[in-house]
């Protein structure tokens, strides 16, 4: 089906085991190209992105094979260094590919990448860390054309630490002369899961996970076999979808550090939370109280992928919850589908509030990107009487079956 049909009202409980992360996914199949060696991904998230990486490594010459959430990658046998324009189209993170060529190829022809539109998504970081350690780019309307005699090291200090730049200029490292220091870097989990897997490769990276990373050295080795860490918003959507319509949920195989965040507005909210090394728990009556204001920061501030989530949770909550979105300037679009259940949710700018209501009731919605659309499964969970919604195809792209994961807890919920 096309669109997923569901019928709220249930609350959820059980015990979920989640997939690996689709933004440590990407950068690790991009960061196999920048070497020869053959790659073995364990519990690679079947997800529409996963499979358009997949895509262009296939088209660059590489081997591919995806079965039961292990993808194999042979990049030995890579032969070309362009990516057509509707590879590029598929997903923003394609342009993670722009590092790896230049550093393997020394060139790259490639377009602007695609991908949810959250608003402005400039590559301009990606470009001038890239010109700094020695790359010739020339962007041409989409088209954009690299090549380098040889990139070496420097120090590159990003205006603002942005994850995107932070993966592409390390994965570009790993084929220049010198040491690449590379100052207000991204701190994400998923940057310092692409370290654990580039040392295994045979990079000499350290740093990651902090605001400096230095990468000076490559000597690779032909085989390498890694697990992904598990997908901390996929953990943020299920627990925020659990707070909001009641019942006991348990996740296994997670890192609660790295949503603590995102648990803390859930406690605040009312919900018991409890953690252990690689498990949280949490109990729900699904009678929320608006939480603290919510204001999305790089990491470990709150992230902007569990902002759509946390705002369907609060759909009902005692109060007025306040949003302030930091990272991309349109990502409130989940807000007006809301308003079709009957929220109310009113937008000033950066900042949203959302004011809780005794009654959400079913209504056809439209996803129009990944965490959005995600937020409008949690609403129509919580709404009287049937919601659909459709362009599912959004969902897909980072949910490996939230159908199969959400009947699993007891939702009725079809698609
Ligand atoms: C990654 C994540 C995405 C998440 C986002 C922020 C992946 C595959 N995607 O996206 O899920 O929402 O981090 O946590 O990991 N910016 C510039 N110039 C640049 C690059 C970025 O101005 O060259 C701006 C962006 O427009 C945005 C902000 O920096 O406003 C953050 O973007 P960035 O951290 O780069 O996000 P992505 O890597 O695209």
Known sequence: MDIFCIRGGTPLHGRIALHGAKNAALPLLAATLATGARCELHDCPDISDVTAACAILRHLGCAVEQHGGIVAVDAGSACRSDIPAELMRKMRAAV????????????????????????????????????????????????????????????????????????????????????????NAAREPEIADLQCYLRKLGADISGAG?????????????????????????????????????????????????????????????????????????????????????????????????????????????????????IFTNRYRHAEEFRRLGAAVSIEGRVAYVTGVERLTGAPLTASDLRGGAALVIAGLLAQGTAYIGRREYIDRGYEDIVRDLRALGARIKG
């Open 210 to 326: 902090t605001s400096t990373v230095t990468v000076g050295g490559f000597r690779p080795r032909p085989f390498v076999e890694h697990t992904i860490m598990p997908d901390r918003i996929v953990a943020a959507t299920i627990l925020c979808a659990a707070a909001a319509c009641g019942g006991e949920v348990e996740l296994q195989d997670v890192d609660p550090a790295h949503f603590s965040t995102v648990l803390d507005s859930l406690s605040e909210a009312g919900c018991a939370i409890i953690t252990a090394a690689s498990a949280v728990r949490l109990t729900s009556d699904g009678q929320l109280t608006a939480p603290r204001p919510v204001v999305t920061q790089p990491y470990p501030g709150f992230p902007t992928d569990a902002q759509p989530p946390l705002m369907a949770a609060c759909l009902r909550a005692k109060g007025t919850t306040v949003f302030t979105e930091n």
């Open 96 to 183: 993670l590919f722009l590092g790896p060529l230049l550093a393997r190829f020394g060139t790259a022809e490639l377009s602007l990448p695609g991908g949810c539109v959250l608003g402005a998504r400039p590559i301009d970081l990606h470009l001038r860390g890239l010109r700094r350690m020695g790359a010739e780019i020339t962007l041409d309307g989409e088209h954009i054309s690299a090549r380098t005699d040889g990139l070496h090291g420097c120090t590159v200090a990003l205006p603002l630490p942005s994850v995107g730049a932070t993966e592409n200029l390390i994965l570009a490292a790993l084929g220049c002369r010198g040491t690449l220091t590379l100052c």
